[in-house]
């Protein structure tokens, strides 16, 4: 028989060595199933993957910069989910910020001085993202209504006011695109830093990322999401005002998820889309779960999955195969690592049928 | 919600995954010997410089599944193929969204050795443009963009077709199908009234269903048609809907501008004949389906590789029409259309390409009743849609001249738009 148990707790270097077996584990598996598929040779394809993140100095910035976009949704995710409040809304947040920036650079631009311009950018997208984000807590707070839905649900909402306005903005006429927004004043566009297009985005996230790192380990508010996040009947009892903190973790999470959407529109893409967000309020759950909500792990995790996205879409284009290949190795790879963080928290016991078998801690 | 699901996994699902991977863990202990593969060499030195040094790169916005990118795909590959240029030269990035990624994209491909960057979106359009801009010994070609003319710039340039014309091909294979239906008595010619599925109010598809519907009047004078918008260029359940709203409007045949199967599917379904585009749809409509009209972008990709290959100038705006064989019309199912249909279509094809026919004849149709003696469209894109050249001469709507995209938007008489929210 089979049983399975907590771990107390691992040495890092044995929890480090899990993972690295489980990535080796799932390469050779990639390996196998690119050969039975494909009939490349995998290594070719790993060193292709590796270009793909890595490949040049252009390369290494888009990598860096998509990295930046999706660690600044995750942090954003972070306060929430540590609340054990489920913001499946990320991506609807993001659009918001998105259509608050986008809304100031079309309305606004070449009419206000930019310094001022990139002041409403900023302070609009930051609320229209709290905004969405306090809906859903207000609720919750108030008369306990499913997070994980209302949230998901503001999504669509956000999707539909978004395809909107593109209507109203759309150039030319009937188009449904709004294409780059003042392209030749480059109006309530973020200053680009040198000659580097992306990182003004990185060292705000890197910023971020230590802020809430500090937030969520040394400060009242961080202590007491955390005891929400384990027990709220314990946050009640220790006299913590539980809708307070939901409400204040939420606007938190929707202002960093419209600040996201702010770099976004302002900062790199310069247009606004239904799908700029690009499942990164999906994600963005992904690597925060995978870091154990620790921001510094999550630039690991961030890391990996964009290095992920970046070899795959490489190997479709090198090899000429479909983007779902690529996907499936993806999922492979995924699977693996998610599954050695059951061996490092469990442990599983063989035992002989005659001995009693202790109830599993699961 | 792929990753939302991911999360929802229950702790007993999570340790069935686990209990399959402790096997799979034993294994690797033997396996794991080739440790992870790094980043070794190569892989960008392919080799190119064969020929010439031509190296075409395609960006697409979705990939194989959709039907839109599918037609750019076998046109680049196919045009590859026969100017010999290499299956491991030409690079082709998929699944490129219309924003920040284009410009990526576009500047990766150019770093790989590119010479020649299309892509095939409109949305793709500004991204592109900022990416001629920076590289300036690179060729830039978009299809179906607005600003190549008024950019000004030496490497960018747009390029769609005349699909107006193929339009007005289907319309008069429609035409002939109502008047089979009205000698036939199965409907009076009052009746002869035609749907049209949408995407958007966009010149594109304004230009597009008034073609059709004058290629259809030319033959049935009495018909009339509604169109209906769906907001999107891929919405298969829209297309269904509209469709199916339109016959239920009374409408005796169906077209549509959009990319999916809905609006056949949903013809095929009630029994009512549909011209299609973008492709036969025959096989999965074989008693409704009448005849399709496509852009072929097999002999614009030949013409503007071989231009950097010959070192010549690429058109800034350029627009195929039947003669070139970029206007196609495919597969006349000669069990759906009526008699002698191929004959007309032949006749009147040469006429169009004689320059004896022209689609926009401003004799043929009115506006508010009356003719259409002057018309400013709104030919340099601007956010203002400021009308700015004058388009109306020698009796026609003088389309796609200007610049290489649609830019007829009149509304005509006997067209009813049933909805403009798109």
Not at chain 1, 64 to 90: D, H, R, Y
Not at chain 2, 374 to 389: G, L
Request: net charge negative; charged share 15%; with cysteine.
């Amino acid at each position: 028989m089979i049983h399975i148990s907590k771990r107390k707790e691992m040495p890092l270097s044995q929890s480090m060595a899990i993972r690295g077996l489980s990535i080796v584990l799932a390469l050779v598996i990639c390996g196998v199933i690119t050969t039975i598929l494909t009939g490349l040779n995998p290594i070719d394809v790993y060193a292709t993957f590796f270009s793909g993140a890595f490949g040049s100095a252009r390369k290494i910035w888009i990598l860096l910069q998509e990295i930046a976009i999706l660690l600044c949704v995750s942090l954003a995710l972070t306060p929430a989910f540590k609340m054990k409040f489920w913001n499946l809304g990320g991506e609807g947040q993001v659009l918001m910020g998105a259509l608050a920036t986008a809304a100031c650079m079309i309305l606004l631009g070449d009419k206000i001085p930019n310094g001022l311009l990139i002041a409403c950018m900023v302070v609009s997208s930051i609320v229209a993202g709290a905004v969405w984000g306090l809906i859903p807590a207000l609720f919750k707070a108030k008369w306990n209504t499913n997070e994980t839905l209302f949230t998901l649900m503001m999504n669509y909402v956000a999707t539909q006011l978004v395809a909107y306005f593109i209507i109203v903005w759309e150039v030319p006429k009937g188009s449904g695109k709004i294409g780059i927004i003042n392209q030749s004043t480059e109006a309530g566009w973020l200053p680009q830093i040198g000659d580097y297009k992306y990182l003004l985005n990185i060292i705000l996230v890197a910023i971020i990322t230590v802020l809430m790192y500090i937030y969520l380990k040394y400060t009242k508010h961080g202590y007491e999401i955390s005891v929400v996040g384990e027990s709220t009947n314990t946050a009640r009892y220790v006299g913590i005002n539980v809708p307070k903190v939901i409400i204040r973790t939420m606007l938190l999470s929707g202002a960093i998820c419209g600040f996201a959407g702010l770099l976004l529109v302002g900062g790199t893409d310069h247009t606004l889309t239904t799908t700029i967000a690009n499942g990164r309020g999906f994600t963005g759950v992904m690597v925060a779960w995978l870091a154990k909500f620790n921001p510094f792990s999550m630039i690991a995790s961030s890391f990996l999955l964009v290095f992920m996205e970046r070899g795959a879409s490489e190997i479709s284009t090198i090899y000429a195969l479909n983007q779902s290949f690529a996907d499936i190795l993806t999922g492979i790879i995924l699977f693996f690592i998610i599954g050695s963080e059951f061996f490092i928290t469990y442990k599983v016991n063989f035992t002989k049928k005659s001995e009693e078998v202790e109830k599993a801690d699961v | 919600m792929k990753s939302f699901n991911e999360h929802t996994f229950s702790r007993r699902q999570f340790v069935k995954l686990g209990g399959g991977s402790a096997v799979a863990l034993v294994l690797a202990g033997c396996a794991s010997g080739g440790g992870s593969s790094t980043s070794s060499d190569s892989s960008a030195s392919d080799s190119s410089s064969s020929a010439a040094s031509i190296k075409p790169g395609f960006i697409t916005l979705h990939d194989e599944n959709s039907t839109y990118d599918l037609n750019f795909i076998n046109a680049a590959k196919e045009a590859c193929q026969e100017l010999g240029i290499s299956e491991d030269t030409y690079m082709l990035k998929t699944n490129v969204p219309e924003g920040q990624e284009c410009y990526n994209a576009a500047a990766e491909l150019a770093d790989a050795g590119c010479n020649i960057i299309f892509a095939d979106s409109f949305g793709h359009e500004d991204y592109m443009i900022q990416a001629a801009k920076e590289f300036p010994d690179i060729q830039f070609c978009h299809s179906t963009g607005t600003k190549a003319h008024t950019e000004g710039l030496d490497n960018y340039h747009n390029a769609f077709a005349s699909i107006y014309e193929g339009r007005y091909l289907a319309g008069v294979a429609a035409g002939m199908k109502l008047n089979e239906m009205i000698d036939s008595g199965k409907i009076t010619a009052d009746q002869a009234k035609m749907g049209y599925v949408g995407a958007y109010t966009y010149a594109e598809v304004i230009s597009g269903y008034t073609s059709f519907y004058l290629g259809a009047k030319s033959v049935c004078p009495s018909v009339t048609m509604e169109v209906t918008f769906t907001g999107s260029w891929y919405d298969e359940t829209a297309e269904k809907e509209g469709a199916t709203k339109l016959i239920n409007d009374g409408c005796v045949l169906i077209s549509q501008h959009a990319d999916s199967m809905g609006a056949p599917t949903a013809c095929e379904n009630a029994g009512v004949p549909d011209v299609s585009y973008n492709g036969s749809t025959q096989d999965a409509c074989p008693n409704t389906y009448i005849i399709s009209s496509r852009i072929n972008w097999v002999p614009y990709y030949k013409y503007a590789i071989q231009a950097v290959m010959d070192g010549s100038t690429i058109d800034t705006d350029w627009t195929g029409n039947l003669s070139t064989g970029s206007v196609e019309l495919t597969d006349l199912n000669t069990s759906v259309a009526a008699d002698g249909t191929q004959d007309k279509l032949d006749e009147v094809k040469s006429k169009l390409e004689d320059g004896s026919l022209h689609v926009f004849d401003t004799s043929t149709f009115t506006v508010k009743g009356a003719k259409l003696d002057s018309y400013e469209a709104d030919v340099d894109t601007d956010p203002n849609y400021t009308p700015d050249t004058e388009v109306v001469s020698d009796g026609y709507f003088h389309e796609s001249e200007y610049r290489s995209a649609p830019y007829f938007d009149v509304q005509i008489d006997g067209i009813e738009l049933l909805d403009t929210a798109f």
